[in-house]
Every structure is written in structure tokens, then in C-alpha cells.
């Protein structure tokens, strides 16, 4: 295991990873910490928490988003693998 410190909305927070898993907390925190300043910037916020929210919901969606559209991508190859199979036992 690595230990590492990730800095994420001013507050420094230690893990434990694989070291393969280094350059992708890395970037997600990169990520996290630039979405915080541009909510920072767009919004009148209170303090950090709610721009930590916003980032939570947008990141929430975005892995929904992604799971649907995996859905999907499945559910039409079931289909065209079915089609392919239909064509196959007509010839058969």
C-alpha cells in the first residue's frame, strides 16, 4: 500500500492505495478541486460545503449518466447479437 496526501477544498486528507491507483486519486482530486473553484466563481456560495455538494451531485450524475448509456450500449448489442443469431438459423 501507498500513503498519500490529497488536497481537496483546503483540507488535506490521507489515504492508503494501491500505487496503481496513485495518478487516478490524484486527478480525481485535481478534478474535484477545479469543479469547487468554478462553482466558487459562478455562484454566490456560503462556504465550501456547498460547492463540495454541488460537486457531489454533478459527479453523482455524471457516474448515473454513464451506467445508462453502459445500459444501453448492452441492450442493443443483446439485439443485434439476437438478429445475427436469427439470420443464422434461417440459413440453417
Known amino acids: ?3 498519500i ?3 481537496v477544498a483546503d483540507r488535506l486528507y490521507p489515504l492508503s ?4 491507483e496513485e495518478e487516478s486519486f490524484r486527478l480525481a482530486a485535481k478534478k474535484i478541486n477545479e469543479m469547487i473553484q468554478t462553482f466558487e466563481r459562478h455562484y454566490d456560495l ?3 460545503q456547498d460547492a463540495i455538494a454541488m460537486c457531489a451531485i454533478v459527479l453523482a450524475r ?3 449518466q454513464e451506467k445508462l448509456n453502459e ?3 448492452q441492450e442493443q448489442m443483446t ?3 439476437q438478429d445475427i443469431y436469427a ?3 434461417s440459413l440453417a
Do not use: E, F, G
Open 71 to 73: 445500459d444501453d450500449k
Open 1 to 3: 500500500m501507498l500513503n
Open 46 to 48: 456560503r462556504d465550501k
Open 79 to 81: 439485439k443485434k447479437l
Open 87 to 89: 439470420v443464422l438459423n
Open 5 to 7: 496526501k490529497l488536497m
Open 62 to 64: 455524471q457516474a448515473s
Open 17 to 20: 492505495i494501491a500505487p496503481s
